[in-house]
């Protein structure tokens, strides 16, 4: 079974650019995360999307960070214009079963700001 | 909300030791499950371990197992026979029984000495 898949998984840019980030998640896997962990810190959720519908934006910084997840599958999140404290890496999981709670990661992308 | 609470941001244990990881959480709720994630240098998160609240025995996944106490809020993991492929940050990971997302904490690293 092939797993959640990334990319890129590392990207350098300048403040005040734009970077995305891609993620497909596990086949059949209807509930998609993305989660920013900042180096030293434990991963933080941004946002979560039930197929197509967002469930949970509560901590996405809305006014530079957008996410979506177009025909209920692949997901992109966005981020224009970058700072600098959005050097982190950007985590992708998915999950099928909701009651056990076990997520599925990617590697993740690793974002460098300069 | 719920928080995650991990005080030991870094451990260390012989080879075919045990070791101790710690973790409490602050929550209301008596709905939830408690995870345990490692995450090796550069690879994918992986669950090692999970357990239900209303479980009252406490789970085991071979060389992993936890001391789980409700009414001291607290999950912790023990690594038995340590191996060199345990190194890696491990996270306890907080679900409520209601919600779908994970709540981390901040992250434990361990190294395996040989």
Known sequence: EAGVAQSPRYKII?????VAFWCNPISGHATLYWYQQILGQGPKLLIQFQNNGVVDDSQLPKDRFSAERLKGVDSTLKIQPAKLE???????ASSFRQATGELFFGEGSRLTVL | AQTVTQSQ???SVQEAETVTLSCTYDTSESDYY???YKQPPSRQMILVIRQEAYKQQNATENRFS???QKAAKSFSLKISDS???DAAMYFCAYRSGGAQKLVFGQGTRLTINP
Request: glycine share 4%; hydrophobic share 40%; proline share 4%.
């Open chain 2, 34 to 36: 408690l995870f345990w």
């Open chain 2, 83 to 85: 191996q060199l492929g």
């Open chain 1, 14 to 18: 300048e403040k005040r650019q734009s």
């Open chain 1, 86 to 92: 959005d050097s982190a890496v950007y985590l992708c």
């Open chain 2, 66 to 68: 936890v001391n789980f």
């Open chain 2, 9 to 11: 941001p870094e451990m």
